[in-house]
């Protein structure tokens, strides 16, 4: 179990790091505060989240080796804050089978179905208790 833990933190991992990567090319390219081509519609908290992911997912990348429980949970908070965050727009904009949203709903279903199975290979916190002989 410990080895499908590791393996499955290190594709959660990448997956952070994908992310990183797209938010901090929009940063780059565009700036911070950027409307990620939603224009008005698009409120100031919305482009605060998005830059800030730039942050939160290669933490939660790291998290993922350092503190693997941390890890797991700020993995799931992110891609569920984000799949329900761009639901709106999505939803505004009619863009249900836009690449971007079918790629992060699926690994929220991933990550869903395999955050409990990560968490129960990480080692347990408890000493082992010694039976009285």
């Given at each position: 179990?410990h080895?499908?833990?590791?393996?499955?933190?290190t594709?959660?991992?990448l997956c952070?790091l994908?992310?990183?990567?797209?938010?901090?090319?929009?940063?780059?390219?565009?700036?911070?505060?950027?409307?990620?081509?939603?224009?008005?519609?698009i409120?100031?908290?919305?482009?605060?989240?998005?830059?800030?992911?730039?942050?939160?997912?290669?933490?939660?990348?790291?998290?993922?080796?350092?503190?693997?429980?941390?890890?797991?949970?700020?993995?799931?908070?992110?891609?569920?804050?984000?799949?329900?965050h761009?639901?709106?727009?999505?939803?505004?904009?009619?863009q249900?089978?836009?690449?971007?949203?079918?790629?992060?709903a699926?690994?929220?279903?991933?990550?869903?179905c395999f955050?409990?199975?990560?968490?129960?290979?990480?080692?347990?916190?408890?000493?082992?208790?010694?039976?009285?002989?």
């Open positions: 179990m080895r499908a833990s590791i393996a499955i933190r594709f959660f991992a952070l994908g992310a990183t990567f797209n938010h901090l090319a929009a940063i780059f390219q565009h700036g911070l505060l950027w409307d990620y081509g939603y224009g008005a519609a409120s100031p908290a919305s482009k605060v989240y998005w830059d800030t992911l730039a942050f939160l997912d290669p933490l939660g990348a790291m998290l993922l080796f350092l503190k693997p429980r941390a890890g797991l949970w700020l993995t799931v908070l992110i891609i569920v804050s984000d799949v329900l761009n639901t709106y727009y999505v939803a505004m904009h009619d249900w089978s836009a690449p971007f949203y079918l790629a992060q699926g690994f929220l279903v991933v990550v869903l955050a409990p199975v990560a968490m129960r290979g990480l080692s347990s916190r408890r000493p082992a208790t010694r039976s009285a002989a």
